[in-house]
């Protein structure tokens, strides 16, 4: 059974930071990419960033330079290092994966930059 829990949103000033970690349970952790979306109101989800069983990543291009995604095989637990936020960057963040046939998604964490 895959279980995808994040953590770390909150309120935060423009130009301040904050961690995500999305624990995973199951099997699948260290043979699966691992992804960050966002859904803000009103707008379609998007992909953030995303990170291969090999540690290769690819960001979207509002975030190269500002994100960082990294993964902990030992502890099943993806993050998302998130600097220089901005009020754009407001949104619910999800941890995503693709395993077998099947997509997960976690509850989502609420990010809110203030200006």
């Known amino acids: 059974q895959v279980q995808l829990v994040e953590s770390g949103g909150g309120l935060v000033q423009a130009g301040g930071s904050l961690r995500l970690s999305c624990a995973a349970t199951?099997?699948?952790?260290?043979?699966?990419?691992m992804g960050w979306y966002r859904q803000a109101p009103g707008k379609q989800r998007e992909l953030v960033a995303r990170?291969?069983?090999?540690?290769?990543?690819n960001y979207a291009d509002s975030v190269k330079g500002r994100f960082t995604i990294s993964r902990d095989n030992a502890k099943n637990t993806v993050y998302l290092q998130m600097n220089s936020l901005k009020p754009e960057d407001t949104g619910v963040y999800y941890c995503n994966t693709a395993y077998s046939i099947y997509e997960y998604w976690g509850q989502g964490t609420q990010v809110t930059v203030s200006s």
């Open positions: 199951g099997s699948f952790f260290r043979v699966s990419a």
């Open positions: 990170i291969t069983s090999g540690g290769s990543t």
